[in-house]
């Protein structure tokens, strides 16, 4: 794969982040969603197995998914 470019990293633990990027693989983008982890104290963060890459033609759904989570989690905080 071709570099990525990172769009937002959520930290879940000293040692592990969800990396959420953009990258290109044989000519076609897509969205990773993956686990990094760290040894060095976040010098270097390695890629795990732990993870899931979507098409461009999955993100409607996957924002439609995450906004119908969204109202879900509204409505129990009511």
């Given at each position: 794969m071709a570099d990525a470019k990172i769009l937002?990293?959520?930290?879940?633990?000293?040692?592990?982040q969800l990396q959420i990027s953009v990258s290109e693989y044989k000519g076609r983008s897509y969205l990773n969603m993956r686990i990094f982890y760290t040894t060095?104290?976040?010098?270097?963060?390695?890629?795990?197995?732990k993870g899931v890459t979507f098409s461009?033609?999955?993100l409607d759904l996957l924002t439609e998914a995450i906004?119908?989570?969204r109202q879900e989690f509204m409505a129990e905080a009511e």
């Open positions: 937002a990293t959520i930290e879940r633990s000293d040692t592990e060095d104290d976040g010098a270097t963060w390695l890629p795990t197995k461009p033609d999955q906004e119908a989570a």
